[in-house]
């Protein structure tokens, strides 16, 4: 047999009170629908975690999935959240003389923009990069290295330049190339 007690006035405002702030607390504990840190580098090259948390997407899991930094091949790092591409990035070494504007030679992708006196190029999605780097790799002495979003938006171009060029000379440095 069950026993009902009557609600009291108090426990009715006490009540109706939790009934109104159990949906702001449900929506509100996780803005952004990410249970995963942010971490600050992809794939061991330090970027800014704000920028890149803006980038990446929401989900319970990320695993940044590398190879291991070859000096003489190329080099690709995804970020997977839930399983899903989020952010890349992808490098290519090529033989002296090559170009930024090589690099979109045969590629498919509309929309670029130069800027920083053409030491980078970005598109809705991406942005790019070539470094000089003599006598580190054999297979050349320029990297190309691209980043792009994978899910990206109208904010990720913005958010791309912002985070690109630091990333591309923390790269530069990780491979050990000259000033």
Request: aromatic share 10%.
């Amino acid at each position: 047999m069950r026993t009902r007690y009557p609600l009291t006035s108090a426990g009715r405002a006490l009540a109706a009170a939790t009934l109104c702030a159990l949906p702001l607390t449900a929506c509100g504990s996780d803005d952004d629908g990410r249970s995963y840190p942010t971490p600050d580098n992809i794939c061991g090259i330090a970027v800014d975690s704000q920028s890149l948390e803006k980038l990446l997407d929401d989900g319970d899991e990320l695993v940044q999935d590398g190879n291991n930094f070859p000096l003489s091949g190329s080099y690709i790092c995804h970020m997977y959240v839930d399983g899903n591409d989020s952010v890349v990035s992808d490098a290519n070494w090529h033989e002296s003389g090559y170009t930024l504007r090589e690099h979109f030679e045969y590629s498919n992708i509309k929309g670029v923009r130069y800027f920083q006196g053409g030491k980078y190029a970005s598109w809705r999605s991406g942005i790019a990069t070539v470094i000089l780097c003599p006598g580190v790799s054999d297979k050349g002495d320029i990297v190309d290295v691209t980043l792009e979003d994978m899910e990206w938006d109208e904010d990720s171009r913005g958010l791309l330049e912002k985070l690109g060029p630091p990333y591309f000379d923390a790269y530069k440095k990780k491979l050990g190339c000259p000033s």
